[in-house]
């Protein structure tokens, strides 16, 4: 399995500041999304970056994705306290005709105002 | 959340016990998905759907079967539920020619058995 891993686990910070979280994955991919889920909820899909991309912008979101390394980070800017909660990564090899997607194991964000 | 529920949202069972957790959609989407989300693990493919009839193992498929016999209805079935099938299971669907597109989740259904 080619299972991302995230780090930090968790990550706890305050209203206004920026939050990074990071993902690796271990063998090539066609795109890169990241996830979000509420509490009790299921997941939300937040952006995607190709392959071929190095860095993607939707909103206050930036993620950058990095092929030699295997890695990509997700960074929110002045974060608010609607922003926690856990954040996946998920790769999809795309060599399969059609999407399958492997998670990473998730980043818990807390924001307190 | 593109129409997606997941009945029903909580189970208790017993070990032994056959379930089915069903998973409908109104979007029309071709792709559809059963994952199953345990702490340490993110979340994992149970089985797949490529079509009505057309169906697949995902990562962890051991002990569980899926059905889909219509375009909107996914069925999960634990035939002989064990402890260690205690989850969070999710559905998610996908539209249909979209390789490089996102994956729509339903709200879950927690399973715990006894």
């Known amino acids: 399995s080619q299972q991302g891993e995230e780090d930090p686990q968790a990550l706890s910070i305050q209203e206004g500041e920026n939050a990074t979280m990071n993902c690796s994955y271990k063998t090539s991919i066609n795109n890169l999304q990241w996830y979000r889920q509420n509490s009790g909820r299921g997941l939300v899909h937040l952006i995607l970056i190709r392959s071929n991309e190095r860095e993607k912008h939707s909103g206050r979101l930036r993620v950058t994705l990095d092929t030699s390394k295997k890695s990509s980070s997700l960074l929110i800017t002045a974060s608010r306290a609607a922003d926690t909660a856990s954040y996946f990564c998920?790769?999809?090899?795309?060599?399969?005709?059609?999407?399958?997607?492997?998670f990473g194991t998730g980043t818990r964000l807390l924001v307190s105002p | 959340d593109a129409g997606i529920t997941q009945s029903p949202r909580h189970k208790v069972t017993e070990t032994g016990t056959p379930v089915t957790l069903r998973c409908h959609q109104t979007e029309n989407h071709r792709y559809m998905y059963w994952y199953r989300q345990d702490p340490g693990h993110g979340l994992r493919l149970i089985h797949y759907?490529?079509?009505?009839?057309?169906?697949d193992k995902g990562e962890v498929s051991d002990g569980y079967s899926v059905s889909r016999s219509k375009t909107e209805d996914f069925l999960l079935t634990l035939e002989s539920a064990t402890s260690s099938q205690t989850s969070v299971y999710f559905c998610?669907?996908?539209?249909?020619?979209?390789?490089?597109?996102?994956?729509?989740f339903g709200p879950g259904t927690r399973l715990t058995v006894l």
């Open positions: 998920a790769t999809d090899s795309g060599n399969t005709g059609f999407q399958k997607l492997v």
């Open positions: 998610a669907t996908l539209p249909p020619g979209a390789l490089t597109d996102t994956q729509y």
């Open positions: 759907s490529y079509g009505v009839k057309d169906t």
